[in-house]
């Protein structure tokens, strides 16, 4: 019945399939026309989009891993904000190549400019332009690409969605382009900082099979120098060690492994997040996954919870001595139906091994044909390390974003006085107000 139905025109039908009571005549009408043959179908158009990140504070990245340089545009910082080249340059140092022999060997000072938005050492409230040179280019090692496509990397895709692609680096696809939304991260750390006194810092919980046990870890005190003590960003200088081995293990024989990435944010303001669709949970699976190499996302007590029962995995309320309301346990990860409850947000983040290998792999041609590959260019053989800090500027932007969705009419900073007269306000010194 089905297959009838298809090879059939339903308005050139045969009258007598209508009711027996019908009469045909009106649709025999001679104004009733029927094309003779089939429209061409328009031409489908594939717009390029997903460079911007945000609805009040908005961040769009620009450029390739070789072409002249990377950077983004941050609209919606609010004006009085003390920003300068060395705020962003702290967590762009954090994440360059280079760092040590666990990482890429591209050499990259990751040195930026601000070019807009600024004015005497604050932001002004207008579109924030930071810029980096590709200044290590070698565009030469990505030859083969151009015929060939990498395993696992964005080549193919891009080529199926666009038909056009950089072949140097891999382009937009490249972990390069991660360069503006950690110097956009690093506005919204400051913000975050100054309004609520909000800390997010992340770490390296897991590389390959040498997994950092969750109790070895206390949230609540871990600092960024212990993070930052060792190369592999593990703040357990032991488990940091065995890291490192796992990482030079494979390095050595042209290979990769993944990892996980653990991050916390202490301080958060209660009420962040809406229900349903917009849950801040969401929102930040969203951001974190969105970072080259992603693979998996945990919040809370994430898939182990599953072997827990609800009497087990329930955070009960209890007042503290500051009589606030206070949570015994965390599995719910600092966030309950959407909304922050003030407690710590924790999550987990997985990467997958490096795709670009100096291994012979198998492969397609562009043209179709098997064949085989052994990728160039310099790579890091574990991306964790490096990641640590793109996560953070992730978090940051997600939170600050909702932040200003919460307070949008009200996040001024203090005026200087010697320019003009500070907003009054009869609870505070300053226009600040405090969340």
Do not use: W
């Not at 932001?123 to 015929?147: A, C, F, H, W």
């Not at 080529?159 to 506005?187: H, L, N, P």
């Not at 951001?287 to 693979?295: D, F, I, R, V």
């Not at 206070?326 to 997985?350: D, P, Y």
């Amino acid at each position: 019945m089905a297959s009838s139905l298809l090879t059939k025109q339903f308005l050139g039908a045969p009258f007598s399939s209508l009711g027996s009571g019908q009469q045909p005549s009106k649709l025999c009408s001679s104004n009733l026309r029927f094309p003779t043959h089939r429209s061409q179908p328009k031409r489908l158009e594939i717009q390029a989009a997903g460079n911007t990140f945000g609805n009040y504070f908005r961040v769009t990245t620009f450029g390739e891993s070789h072409g002249g340089g990377v950077g983004c545009i941050i609209d919606g910082c609010p004006p009085r904000l003390p920003l300068s080249e060395s705020d962003m340059q702290v967590e762009l140092d954090r994440r360059r190549p280079g760092q040590s022999r666990i990482t890429t060997p591209r050499k990259e000072t990751d040195t930026c400019k601000i070019s807009s938005g600024t004015a005497d050492g604050l932001t002004t409230g207008s579109p924030i332009k930071v810029e980096v040179p590709n200044t290590d280019q070698r565009g030469n090692d990505y030859s083969e690409m151009s015929l060939a496509y990498r395993p696992s990397h964005a080549d193919a895709t891009y080529d199926f969605k666009y038909g056009v692609r950089s072949v140097q680096g891999g382009g937009r696809s490249s972990a390069r382009e991660t360069i503006g939304r950690v110097a956009a991260g690093a506005v919204a750390k400051k913000i975050l900082k100054l309004y609520s006194g909000t800390e997010i810092l992340a770490y390296v919980s897991q590389v390959h099979n040498v997994v950092l046990p969750e109790d070895l870890v206390d949230n609540q005190t871990v600092t960024l120098e212990q993070i930052e003590s060792n190369i592999v960003r593990c703040p357990n200088p032991e488990y940091a060690e065995k890291m490192i081995a796992a990482i030079d293990y494979v390095r050595v024989r042209g290979d990769s492994v993944g990892g996980v990435v653990t991050c916390i944010v202490r301080n958060v303001p209660r009420g962040l997040g809406t229900p349903v669709f917009d849950k801040l949970e969401a929102e930040l699976a969203k951001a974190c996954m969105s970072l080259p190499a992603t693979k998996g996302f945990e919040f809370g007590s994430g898939f182990a919870g599953t072997f827990m029962t609800g009497s087990e995995h329930n955070d009960e309320f209890f007042m503290d001595e500051h009589d606030q309301i206070r949570t015994k346990t965390n599995r719910s990860g600092g966030i309950q139906g959407g909304i922050s409850n003030g407690e710590i947000i924790n999550m987990r983040i997985a990467f997958k091994p490096t795709s670009t290998i100096a291994r012979k792999q198998h492969t397609v041609s562009r043209d179709k044909h098997e064949t085989e590959l052994i990728a160039r260019g310099r790579h890091d053989p574990c991306v964790v390390p490096r990641a640590v800090p793109m996560v953070e500027a992730m978090v940051a932007l997600v939170l600050v974003d909702q932040l200003m969705t919460q307070y949008a009419q009200c996040m001024l900073f203090p005026i200087n006085p010697a320019l003009q007269e500070p907003l009054q306000s009869s609870t505070t010194e300053s226009a600040q107000v405090p969340l």
